[in-house]
């Protein structure tokens, strides 16, 4: 194959370095096969922790902004555990509210701490708030469980962390799905990305022994982390900078998939936007951040967890990376040939295409997930190859640290999912 066209020399087009172009070509290949052979780790499930008898104490801990509509069906899920109530206190931080949400949670049962500062908006001020509370309230808690407001919470989520903690794991991500997967195309995309997200990704690193990373909710950390690690974080992703900080004192993060957590999704796609780019800040964010450090720590320590997980930090730039060539390389590679371009093999792209088309397929057979929220799989190209533009503008804007909530309005029951 020639690389070079000596008529683009001779014509005077630039020509791009050898080293650059064959460079650029590793990159793409790399991120491409190395990605499938991760996800090729979620083919297995793993093997449940054995069940052990309750003994650790719960703080289960639930920041909440204007969720008057939604919270109160949280609290009954979390109060109906299939767990000792003694071994378990519920807490909610109504966070600058101006809403009923404090006597909403108040009145479902739990115990409320209401907290004004409108300078310091956001979840991770919230949980750092609720924390010192926790600290101080006299109570010795083995582990602090977190979720959102508008969460629905299986009835042996807590056995399940107690398993896992007696297991020797110390930051357990749990299964994170959908409660209103139907509303719409935008919320049947959310939900078909999770569905992946939890097998291709949570559970194919922890298959492979590799650091998953916490999703937000639905997460359980020993309160011995959280004392050596601290809660200093101050991205627009708390979740993933907890558990970049987490690793680099040795901490993995696990996942727990005999229990789950309901989350709602957005059902608008300009609020869908919104919510991901603030996401794909917060990955940016965190990878500006803490990828050098644990670059260093790993190289230092010959950790290949900690190498491994840099690489994963930097999954906005593979988004990137792949797209760019795959634009050059299917759509005009013929014609940049003749200024220097070094074509791509096309079936590395063509494999990532296919992956994209049999991976939602796959998960809905693996995990007998309902197949009516799949009627709406035509569309989700649009919503997945929207990231590409989010994802951009986030890496052109990373220092943009705007908290924009999302709005809660589905109260719906545990009883009432149609599973």
């Keep these: 194959m020639t690389y070079l066209d000596p008529a683009a020399t001779m014509s005077g087009a630039p020509v791009w370095p050898m080293w ?25 499930n793993p093997r449940p922790v054995p069940r052990r008898a309750p003994r650790f104490r719960f703080a289960v801990l639930v920041p909440a902004h204007n969720e008057e509509a939604v919270i109160g069906p949280l609290i009954e899920s979390l109060l109906r555990q299939e767990y000792p109530r003694e071994l378990y206190d519920v807490y909610v931080v109504a966070d600058n509210c101006t809403d009923g949400t404090a006597a909403a949670a108040r009145a479902a049962g739990a115990v409320v701490w209401e907290r004004r500062d409108p300078r310091r908006r956001g979840k991770q001020y919230a949980v750092a708030y609720a924390l010192e509370r926790i600290a101080s309230v006299g109570r010795r808690y083995d582990a602090v469980v ?29 299964y994170v799905d959908a409660k209103n997967p139907d509303d719409s195309w935008v919320s049947a995309a959310f939900a078909i990305s999770f569905w992946m ?36 974080v101050h991205t627009l992703t708390e979740d993933l900078e907890f558990s970049a900080k987490a690793l680099l004192h040795g901490y993995v993060t696990t996942f727990a998939r005999e229990t789950r957590i309901y989350d709602e999704k957005v059902t608008g796609f300009v609020a869908s936007c919104r919510q991901r780019l603030r996401w794909a800040r917060g990955n940016v964010q965190v990878m500006l951040i803490h990828a ?77 997930l309902p197949v009516r929220t799949y009627r709406y799989i035509p569309l989700l190209p649009v919503f997945q190859y929207s990231w590409i533009a989010l994802v951009l503008w986030a890496l052109l804007t990373p220092r943009n640290r705007e908290w924009v909530p999302t709005v809660h309005t589905r109260a719906v029951r545990l009883g009432e999912l149609s599973r």
């Design 20 to 44: 650059l172009l064959r460079g650029f070509q590793a990159a793409v290949m790399f991120v491409i096969l190395y990605n499938l052979a991760v996800y090729a780790g979620g083919l297995r």
């Design 146 to 174: 977190m979720f959102d407001a508008d969460n629905l919470v299986p009835a042996n989520f807590l056995q399940v962390m107690n398993d896992h903690l007696a297991a020797g794991e110390k930051i357990i991500q749990a």
């Design 197 to 232: 997200s939890n097998r291709w990704r949570l559970q194919a690193r922890h298959n492979w022994g590799l650091s998953g990373a916490l999703a937000g909710t639905g997460m359980c950390i020993a309160w011995d982390v959280l004392e050596k690690v601290g809660w200093d």
């Design 292 to 368: 050098p450090r644990l670059l260093w720590a790993g190289l230092k320590e010959l950790d290949p967890v900690k190498l491994e997980f840099v690489f994963d930090l930097t999954r906005p730039l593979h988004l990137i990376l792949t797209a760019t060539a795959s634009v050059l390389t299917l759509g005009w590679g013929p014609e940049l040939a003749r200024w220097g371009w070094l074509p791509l093999p096309e079936w590395p792209l063509r494999l990532t295409a296919l992956f994209a088309l049999v991976g939602p397929l796959a998960v809905l057979v693996l995990d007998r």
